[in-house]
């Protein structure tokens, strides 16, 4: 895997990331994150990042709807 910046999983900073680099941190997360015990699929740090990616995701995309 290629190291990305990841900007402290600023969320504004991720959006200027393309698709491809935010798909890779997310694989990334889910393998150093994952939890094999208790309820949750990914420990709280895990969760905390994979939402900023979601929301940088979110955020590039109405970014590009305005335009």
């Given amino acids: 895997m ?3 910046r990841n ?3 600023n969320r504004l900073k991720l ?3 393309s698709y491809e680099q935010l798909n ?3 694989e990334q997360v889910k393998q150093e994150h994952a939890c ?3 309820i949750h699929m990914y420990d ?3 969760r ?3 939402d900023a990616l979601s929301w940088a995701v ?3 995309q109405k970014q590009e709807r305005k335009v």
């Fill in 2 to 4: 290629a190291d990305i």
């Fill in 7 to 9: 900007f402290g999983w």
């Fill in 15 to 17: 959006a200027t990331l």
């Fill in 24 to 26: 890779e941190l997310e």
């Fill in 36 to 38: 094999k015990d208790g």
């Fill in 44 to 46: 709280k740090a895990g």
């Fill in 48 to 50: 905390d990042k994979l």
């Fill in 58 to 60: 979110y955020n590039k």
